[in-house]
């Protein structure tokens, strides 16, 4: 799907961190010993969700979202998996969350390059939640080395 508009990439955006924090708690309740890792992952994906319904309903009118639209988004290179395989171990389900987050990372990067212009403050929000997601790509991969 072409994601056009300010409304469409909120909207996207949020599938991506709920779909995520559901696989999370998924993997909390599986992997034991990971557990509280993966509900504060759960955590900071709503975290996500209100930051940038903040910053977008901060900004936002109609005659903004009219005025201008995103230009080559498309949501279907930044799909995650929001359900675990049915016998993963720690190990599959941390390449999993690795895969996913950085999609998601790829596509907070892209979103905020294509708002920053029309959008700066929208912009900034994604662009720090792409910086964090790095920051939970390595605490992810640390896991993925002892797991």
Do not use: W
């Not at 993963?88 to 690795?98: M, R, Y």
């Not at 999609?103 to 929000?125: E, G, N, P, T």
Request: hydrophobic letters at 45%; a neutral charge; one cysteine or more.
């Amino acid at each position: 799907m072409e994601l056009r508009t300010s409304s469409a990439v909120i909207g996207f955006a949020e599938s991506l961190e709920t779909g995520a924090a559901r696989f999370y708690e998924a993997a909390a309740a599986r992997i034991v010993d990971l557990a509280p890792f993966f509900r504060d992952l759960a955590r900071e994906n709503g975290k996500n969700v209100q930051s940038i319904k903040r910053a977008y309903y901060s900004v936002i009118s109609d005659a903004l979202e009219t005025g201008f639209s995103f230009q080559n988004l498309l949501s279907e290179p930044y799909a995650i998996e929001t359900v675990l395989p049915p016998e993963g171990d720690a190990a599959q389900i941390l390449t999993i969350a690795i895969a996913n987050e950085t999609r998601m990372v790829s596509f907070y990067q892209q979103a905020a390059h294509c708002s920053q212009s029309f959008m700066a403050d929208l912009s900034r929000v994604l662009k720090r939640i792409a910086n964090n997601g790095e920051k939970r790509l390595s605490r992810l991969r640390e896991r993925l080395e002892t797991a």
